[in-house]
């Protein structure tokens, strides 16, 4: 392959020179042509070969085409690229037919990555390749206006089944239009079908999410980090990965000798009868009082984690009783929040500790410092190093993670971990990402670490986020504050007066709890953001409760219609989609961005754009609905016609709103 390539390419560049070359002369001699004139001279020799030229530059796109999907590595354009598969977002496509054009028209340049953005005003997207193209042609003596280049690109595109028109703007940007007809059939595809989910690589991914710890308040960076892993794990899952999703408990420590010697002394029967250990809180701060205060206490805590380590079953059954009232906490609040997460807490990997210490020992990995084993990230011995060994001979929460990445990688064999905590530690996972690079474990061209990380979350003071008290806010209580304000809000606006029990209820909920997951949601989770419910209820900008409301409006559009709309497929049989009115478009064109947008959140995990993708379809949908009749009304209230067709790009509308709500979080309630 790659010698027939090489032949070809040299039969280009010479025919790329003798063209350059004669097109030049011709300019000289008429200054005044521009390049387009130049080919439609009839010049037979220049024709000839142009025509082979032309031939070539195909044989090799195609041939380049071929490379780049057997190498896997896409340069410029994208694996396993057809015109006409759907899998493909639109972006991506895009960026297949430019890389087409620009390895086409100038192969020199072949390597070139395409630049798309949508676009706002002129056509769907853009394309600012050419004024970059045209001084790289510079630099190696080609002379050509950034607006020629971009013609040449246009003329070297394949056609595109959803590509209606490209046209050259301003100083050489390409304006993409969509096609109608395409945009008629996604729709139409979409409504028969549902979503089908972008095409992506496919991974084996682990989401280290939520990992709140036993004994201890579970607070509102727990929140973030419950939120964002669950939809994380929803988006990831749509595009097919294979998803492990996993709650890294503190569920292990030093902090066990003193619960579980308190435990043995408060409730002495506890291997026969269950504790009723209410708040654990409280037993936390009892027991760490008289782990302060109480020598012979602390004796019996270490003593007490050293029984529990070695596997003793009584001190095993004192701790599970323990982990078992937090648990249950935990649990309401996965319940109330729809999250599922797997439980593997840090005491799964107590016999992995020890061999990952060993592991690491017989690598000369591990050095003596003051007592204790520690491991430098990196042969320079620079930056923080890992407590690996404690000098009492304990692990860490540098061990247990060493012993999680091992874990994960050699026998989950997962090629994408991902962990979802706060920005705090982002230098202890800089620090165990490289570690695990040094001592083999991670294969930075076979495995992907991402540490998604969070900012804080701030109270309307603009500090910590707290309660008046100055105590930690208590998740169940923030809550339960949240159906509070949410069923006021439905009150005032009189919805208690119209909708049944249920459907209140379901309303409050998915209000309450829509709005904090959204707010969370709707920032760059980098950011601090502050927590305010005024803000999050307000029903205008983009904020949830506009979402549930924009949503239910249009379910109410079908109901309202008089006709049944429930059979899609059956309805497609007998209506055609048209989109006449720009407004039309514009919704369509809007709901295509889809798949971009999936594919945008999940290259660095950011959930905001989807957020601002909802925002974005749910005032399109405003400006449908004010400019566009669905169904005409005459004065007395009684239906005159129905536009069927607006009816379905409504519908369409739902569909898409119902996808990204589900990877959000928030609930599709049909009536509010
Ligand atoms: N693999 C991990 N280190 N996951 C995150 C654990 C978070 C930890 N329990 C905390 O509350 O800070």
Same mark, same amino acid.
């Given at each position: 392959?790659?010698?027939?390539?090489?032949?070809?390419?040299?039969?280009?560049?010479?025919?790329?020179?003798?063209?350059?070359?004669?097109?030049?002369?011709?300019?000289?001699?008429?200054?005044?042509?521009?390049? @387009?004139?130049?080919?439609?001279?009839?010049?037979?020799?220049?024709?000839?070969? +142009?025509?082979?030229?032309?031939?070539?530059?195909?044989?090799?796109?195609?041939?380049? +085409?071929?490379?780049?999907?057997?190498?896997?590595?896409?340069?410029?354009?994208?694996?396993?690229?057809?015109?006409?598969?759907?899998?493909?977002?639109?972006?991506?496509?895009?960026?297949?037919?430019?890389?087409?054009?620009?390895?086409?028209?100038?192969?020199?340049?072949?390597? $070139?990555?395409?630049?798309?953005?949508?676009?706002?005003?002129?056509?769907?997207?853009?394309?600012?390749?050419?004024?970059?193209?045209?001084?790289?042609?510079?630099?190696?003596?080609?002379?050509?206006?950034?607006?020629?280049? @971009?013609?040449?690109?246009?003329?070297?595109?394949?056609?595109?089944?959803?590509? /209606?028109?490209?046209?050259?703007?301003?100083?050489?940007?390409?304006?993409?239009?969509?096609?109608?007809?395409?945009?008629?059939?996604?729709?139409?595809?979409?409504?028969?079908?549902?979503?089908?989910?972008?095409?992506?690589?496919?991974?084996?991914?682990?989401?280290?999410?939520?990992?709140?710890?036993?004994?201890?308040?579970?607070? #509102?960076?727990?929140?973030?980090?419950?939120?964002?892993?669950?939809?994380?794990?929803?988006?990831?899952?749509?595009?097919?990965?294979?998803?492990?999703?996993?709650?890294?408990?503190?569920?292990?420590?030093?902090?066990?000798?003193?619960?579980?010697?308190?435990?043995?002394?408060?409730?002495?029967?506890?291997?026969?009868?269950?504790?009723?250990?209410?708040?654990?809180?409280?037993?936390?701060?009892?027991?760490?009082?008289?782990?302060?205060?109480?020598?012979?206490?602390?004796?019996?805590?270490?003593?007490?984690?050293?029984?529990?380590?070695?596997?003793?079953?009584?001190?095993?059954?004192?701790?599970?009783?323990?982990?078992?009232?937090?648990?249950?906490?935990?649990?309401?609040?996965?319940?109330?929040?729809?999250?599922?997460?797997?439980?593997? /807490?840090?005491?799964?990997?107590?016999?992995?500790?020890?061999?990952?210490?060993?592991?690491?020992?017989?690598?000369?990995?591990?050095?003596?410092?003051?007592?204790?084993?520690?491991?430098?990230?990196?042969?320079?011995?620079?930056?923080?190093?890992?407590?690996?060994?404690?000098?009492?001979?304990?692990? $860490?929460?540098?061990?247990?993670?060493?012993?999680?990445?091992?874990?994960?990688?050699?026998?989950?064999?997962?090629?994408? %971990?991902?962990?979802?905590?706060?920005?705090?530690?982002?230098?202890?996972?800089?620090?165990?990402?490289?570690?695990?690079?040094?001592?083999?474990?991670?294969?930075?061209?076979?495995?992907?670490?991402?540490?998604?990380?969070?900012?804080?979350?701030?109270?309307?003071?603009?500090?910590?986020?707290?309660?008046?008290?100055?105590? $930690?806010?208590?998740?169940?209580?923030?809550?339960?504050?949240?159906?509070?304000?949410?069923?006021?809000?439905?009150?005032?606006?009189?919805?208690?007066? #119209?909708?049944?029990?249920?459907?209140?209820?379901?309303?409050?909920?998915?209000?309450?709890?829509?709005?904090?997951?959204?707010?969370?949601?709707?920032?760059?989770?980098?950011?601090?953001?502050?927590?305010?419910?005024?803000?999050?209820?307000?029903?205008?900008?983009?904020?949830?409760?506009?979402?549930?409301?924009?949503?239910?409006?249009?379910?109410?559009?079908?109901?309202?219609? /008089?006709?049944?709309?429930?059979?899609?497929?059956?309805? %497609?049989?007998?209506?055609?989609?048209?989109?006449?009115?720009?407004?039309?478009?514009?919704?369509?064109?809007?709901?295509?961005?889809?798949?971009?947008?999936?594919?945008?959140?999940?290259?660095?995990?950011?959930?905001?754009?989807?957020?601002?993708?909802?925002?974005?379809?749910?005032?399109?949908?405003?400006?449908?609905?004010?400019?566009?009749?669905?169904?005409?009304?005459?004065?007395?209230?009684?239906?005159?016609?129905?536009?069927?067709?607006?009816?379905?790009?409504?519908?369409? $509308?739902?569909?898409?709103?119902?996808?990204?709500?589900?990877?959000?979080?928030?609930?599709?309630?049909?009536?509010?």
């Amino acid at each position: 392959m790659s010698e027939q390539l090489s032949v070809e390419l040299n039969k280009l560049a010479e025919l790329e020179r003798v063209t350059v070359e004669l097109a030049a002369q011709v300019q000289a001699a008429n200054p005044h042509r521009n390049a @387009a004139d130049v080919q439609v001279l009839q010049d037979d020799e220049l024709i000839k070969l +142009q025509t082979e030229n032309t031939k070539l530059k195909h044989r090799l796109a195609i041939l380049n +085409q071929a490379i780049s999907d057997e190498s896997g590595k896409g340069g410029s354009t994208a694996r396993s690229f057809s015109l006409n598969d759907d899998s493909l977002s639109i972006i991506e496509h895009l960026r297949s037919v430019l890389a087409i054009a620009i390895t086409t028209a100038f192969p020199q340049l072949s390597h $070139t990555p395409v630049l798309l953005t949508p676009s706002i005003k002129f056509g769907d997207y853009q394309c600012n390749n050419a004024m970059a193209l045209a001084k790289k042609l510079k630099d190696i003596g080609i002379g050509k206006s950034p607006r020629d280049v @971009a013609t040449e690109l246009i003329n070297s595109c394949p056609v595109s089944p959803r590509i /209606g028109k490209l046209e050259v703007a301003g100083p050489g940007f390409i304006n993409i239009f969509l096609n109608k007809d395409y945009g008629v059939r996604a729709i139409t595809d979409l409504l028969r079908n549902g979503v089908k989910p972008p095409k992506v690589p496919k991974k084996r991914v682990l989401v280290d999410f939520s990992s709140p710890n036993i004994a201890k308040q579970m607070h #509102v960076g727990h929140l973030r980090s419950t939120i964002i892993g669950e939809s994380i794990c929803r988006l990831l899952e749509f595009l097919q990965h294979d998803v492990i999703r996993i709650n890294h408990l503190g569920d292990w420590g030093t902090q066990f000798g003193m619960l579980i010697a308190h435990l043995e002394d408060r409730f002495p029967n506890f291997l026969n009868e269950s504790p009723p250990i209410g708040d654990l809180q409280a037993f936390y701060k009892e027991s760490k009082k008289r782990f302060d205060e109480d020598e012979v206490f602390k004796k019996r805590a270490y003593n007490a984690v050293v029984a529990l380590q070695g596997g003793d079953p009584n001190s095993i059954k004192a701790w599970q009783l323990i982990c078992d009232v937090s648990r249950k906490e935990f649990k309401t609040i996965y319940d109330r929040l729809e999250i599922n997460v797997k439980e593997r /807490g840090e005491s799964f990997y107590q016999s992995r500790m020890l061999t990952v210490v060993d592991f690491l020992r017989k690598q000369n990995m591990l050095e003596v410092d003051d007592g204790r084993e520690i491991m430098w990230p990196d042969e320079s011995k620079t930056g923080i190093p890992l407590t690996i060994v404690k000098s009492d001979g304990g692990f $860490t929460y540098d061990t247990s993670d060493m012993a999680a990445i091992r874990h994960r990688i050699e026998e989950e064999l997962c090629d994408w %971990l991902v962990y979802v905590v706060d920005s705090g530690q982002s230098t202890h996972f800089a620090t165990i990402f490289k570690a695990a690079k040094r001592c083999g474990i991670f294969q930075p061209k076979v495995h992907r670490a991402d540490h998604v990380q969070f900012g804080v979350v701030l109270g309307e003071d603009g500090k910590k986020f707290k309660t008046r008290s100055g105590d $930690t806010v208590k998740l169940a209580d923030l809550l339960d504050e949240g159906m509070k304000r949410s069923l006021e809000q439905l009150r005032s606006r009189g919805r208690d007066q #119209v909708l049944t029990p249920q459907e209140l209820l379901d309303a409050q909920e998915a209000v309450a709890y829509g709005c904090i997951k959204y707010t969370d949601l709707c920032h760059n989770r980098i950011s601090d953001y502050v927590f305010s419910f005024d803000k999050m209820l307000d029903d205008r900008g983009n904020t949830a409760v506009y979402l549930l409301y924009t949503y239910t409006r249009i379910c109410s559009i079908a109901r309202n219609s /008089g006709e049944d709309f429930s059979n899609l497929s059956k309805i %497609l049989e007998t209506i055609d989609i048209t989109l006449t009115h720009d407004k039309e478009w514009k919704l369509v064109s809007t709901l295509l961005k889809l798949h971009d947008v999936l594919v945008k959140c999940s290259r660095d995990l950011f959930l905001h754009f989807l957020c601002e993708f909802c925002y974005e379809v749910c005032t399109a949908f405003a400006e449908f609905y004010d400019s566009c009749y669905c169904i005409e009304k005459n004065k007395a209230g009684q239906i005159v016609k129905v536009n069927h067709s607006r009816i379905l790009l409504c519908e369409a $509308t739902a569909i898409v709103l119902r996808q990204c709500f589900y990877i959000l979080g928030l609930k599709p309630i049909t009536k509010i």
